[in-house]
């Protein structure tokens, strides 16, 4: 049954209020498709664009996010009472302002708060400013200065692009050389104006864990943790991606380290924004690394992970709509979420070739089959439909996600679903949750 069906058998009609529209096309708002058509508050879910997975829970349409005056007309003329912004780069151009500005209302940070992810130059200010901790770094708008500041540093560092550069944008530079690479690579023009400050970072060594909290503005909630696997390939080898898995709860942020975070990385950010006249309302979610002297916010980004979201929606027991709601209208203080005690994990299908060049349009089957293992649920990344088939549409195009007792449990149903879809043009990781694993196995 879907997740909606679910809901809707057991709510008497009068509680049918909502009218909600998704942005997006990936399995994070597949996930968070599949949470919100679960709410009894939801009459109608639109998602633009969508995917074949999101077709399941909401109507799609062919909406473009970057046209933000096509956006609004379409929530005027559905009387949408709720825009959910699930990727940065809306965001960061400003939707939910101009959103605002017509009276709608909308899920997500203002333009001017989205810098935490849109400038990584101001989220090392704003960190400096109310002592939130991170690496040391230095901020460059020529080569010259940049190149002095590595030398002066020496290897490893850290060279960031300030802007956004869809992931592409960080090198870890283990040598004096990459570093000195990556600089001329920046400021020759490689990420074009997102390139035109670099942030220089301190090597931060540890865990790297991902929290995210929601804010009103005021204050902020916890949400969970997640671990993410950034390399394509097993063992943490090969280039990094968006993320080839994700599992939550994570045992290496154990409740000291929790309530660290909450109290010196997420509060001061939020009282920092405020304190700017920036208040930031949304999803938090800080990059952490777990180093020797205490977790180290390395960065911001401005909304949900894609895929720590999908292990987070499967863990969550709360209705999030009025989570949402309460972040719009300030309204956290006094809320509370409730979490399923299961483990959630996900492991992300890609196209061979991926992140490199790959192809579209292969042929997927056995979704059902995988879908029904106990725990599973599948969201959908990149697909489209094509006459009742599955056909794959970008580079991640599905998130077999399951959860269980354990993280072992949840591997071993995600992977024993992996293993009844056909897809022969598509690959994944074998080895997603590898250190949670081997920390339950003692
Ligand atoms: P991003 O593309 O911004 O998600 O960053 C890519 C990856 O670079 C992160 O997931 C971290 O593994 C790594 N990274 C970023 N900053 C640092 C740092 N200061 N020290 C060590 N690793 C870092
Ligand atoms: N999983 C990494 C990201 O969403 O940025």
Same mark, same amino acid.
């Given at each position: 049954m879907l997740n909606r069906e679910r809901y809707r058998a057991a *709510? +008497? %009609?009068?509680?049918?209020l909502m009218h909600i529209l998704l942005l997006g096309s990936g399995g994070r708002e597949h996930a968070l498709a599949w949470k919100i058509a679960a709410s009894p508050l939801v009459t109608k879910l639109w998602c633009a664009p969508g995917n074949a997975g999101i077709a399941r829970e909401a109507e799609c349409v062919a909406l473009d996010a970057s046209d933000h005056a096509a956006v609004i007309e379409f929530c005027k003329r559905h009387a949408v009472d709720l825009v959910v912004v699930g990727p940065e780069t809306p965001l960061v151009a400003g939707i939910v302002d101009d959103l605002a500005a017509h009276g709608i209302k909308a899920f997500g940070p203002s333009q001017l708060a989205a810098r935490l992810e849109g400038s990584k130059g101001f989220t090392k200010a704003l960190c400096t400013e109310f002592g939130i901790p991170t690496g040391a770094y230095g901020r460059f708008s020529d080569a010259d200065a940049a190149l002095a500041y590595v030398r002066a540093k020496g290897a490893p560092i850290v060279v960031k692009a300030d802007g956004l550069a869809a992931g592409k944008g960080v090198v870890v530079a283990q040598t004096l050389r990459e570093a000195e690479d990556a600089i001329a690579m920046m400021f020759d023009g490689a990420f074009g104006a997102a390139g035109a400050e670099v942030v220089i970072e301190e090597f931060l060594s540890g865990r790297e864990i991902s929290f995210f909290a929601l804010s009103d503005g005021e204050t902020a909630i916890a949400l969970a943790s997640a671990q993410d696997h950034?390399? %394509?390939? /097993?063992?943490?080898?090969?280039p990094n991606t968006g993320g080839m898995g994700a599992y939550s709860? *994570? +045992?290496? %942020?154990t409740p000291e380290i929790h309530a660290e975070i909450i109290a010196k990385i997420i509060l001061p950010t939020v009282t920092g924004m405020k304190a700017r006249g920036t208040p930031f309302r949304g999803v938090l979610y800080a990059g952490v690394m777990l180093t020797p002297d205490g977790p180290k916010l390395f960065e911001y980004n401005v909304r949900f992970g894609d895929p720590e979201c999908q292990v987070l929606m499967l863990r &969550? &027991?709360? /209705?999030?709509v009025p989570a949402m709601l309460a972040s719009c209208d300030g309204q956290l203080k006094n809320f509370d979420l409730r979490w399923y005690p299961e483990s959630a994990l996900t492991v992300v299908m890609a196209a061979k070739?991926? +992140?490199g060049d790959y192809v579209k349009g292969t042929r997927i089957e056995g979704l059902d089959e995988a879908a029904s293992v106990e725990g599973v649920e599948i969201f959908h990344a990149g697909t489209t439909s094509k006459n009742g088939a599955i056909l794959s549409n970008g580079g991640r195009v599905l998130n077999v996600c399951a959860s269980g007792k354990s993280i072992t449990e949840a591997q071993h149903r995600a992977y024993a679903a992996v293993d009844r879809i056909q897809w022969p043009q598509g690959f994944c990781r074998r080895d997603i949750g590898w250190q949670a694993v081997e920390r339950e196995r003692g």
């Open positions: *709510t +008497p %009609v009068w509680l049918h950034k390399r %394509v390939f /097993d063992h943490d080898e090969g709860p *994570t +045992p290496f %942020v &969550m &027991m709360s /209705d999030i070739g991926y +992140p």
